[in-house]
């Protein structure tokens, strides 16, 4: 299975790109993971990265194409495929992913659109937590039936760690990244239907709804 997942910031890419990867053994490469793990670890691709990241700018394709090709090139990749996660996201990014799988003799299935209206990714965004601990992804309105602490914060159902607010996702820059997913990224989504390999999922619902949707789309 080799799959990108395209959408907007909020449409569930991550949330998918999970439970995708629990059902098909893929490699999931995140490159909005990688990035922030470079920024924690306080590396040269980190401090380079940061600027961007923290105004919902895109980080400059030379760095993002590297990054993607060193991780595509990984064993597991090329052994059981990839469901890309926020990779390609501009033109330039698309026609160097399409070089580097040519390399690797590893042609694209498809690339699935998660199509959502603004006002919803806005309030998913908004109320995106992650755990600190291990990552996963939860929403504060589908957890209203789990108790939080008086005060505290929020706590992953999966591990009982601390669920925190990325960086990026505030208001002003959950904004700038919507603004900027229009103007470089959504070129993609003709790109690829000129290539027939798009598939549109509507991505309202449940991530279980959503998921059931996808494979239906996979056939
Ligand atoms: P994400 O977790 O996919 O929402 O990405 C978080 C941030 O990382 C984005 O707002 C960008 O600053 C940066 N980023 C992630 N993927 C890319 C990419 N393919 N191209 C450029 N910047 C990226």
């Keep these: 299975m080799r799959l990108v997942l395209l959408g907007a910031p909020g449409s569930g890419k991550g949330t998918q790109a999970a439970l995708l990867k629990a059902k098909y053994a893929c490699a999931h490469i995140s490159t909005?993971?990688?990035?922030?793990?470079?920024?924690?670890?306080g590396t040269e691709l980190g401090l380079q990265a940061k600027g961007y990241m923290d105004k919902g700018e895109l980080v400059p394709d030379g760095l993002v194409i590297k990054m993607a090709r060193e991780r595509l090139r990984e064993d597991d990749a090329?052994?059981?495929g990839f469901l890309m996660d926020g990779?390609?996201?501009?033109?330039?990014q698309a026609e160097a992913f399409e070089e580097i799988l040519e390399e690797l003799g590893r042609p694209l299935d498809a690339v699935l659109l998660l199509s959502i209206d603004e006002e919803a990714l806005i309030r998913r965004l908004s109320n995106r937590r992650t755990c600190r601990a291990c990552g996963r992804i939860e929403n504060l309105l589908s957890m209203t039936e789990k108790p939080m602490p008086e005060g505290g914060a929020a706590v992953c159902p999966a591990c009982g760690g601390e669920l925190h607010q990325r960086d990026d996702d505030t208001e002003s820059v959950i904004r700038n990244r919507l603004k900027v997913y229009h103007d470089q990224t959504a070129p993609l989504v003709s790109w690829y239907e000129a290539k027939k390999?798009?598939?549109v999922v509507d991505a309202s619902g449940s991530p279980e709804e959503i998921l059931r949707k996808i494979q239906a789309v996979l056939g």
């Design 87 to 92: 990779f390609p996201r501009t033109l330039p």
């Design 32 to 41: 909005g993971d990688i990035l922030r793990q470079n920024l924690k670890d």
């Design 78 to 80: 090329v052994r059981s």
């Design 197 to 199: 390999k798009l598939r």
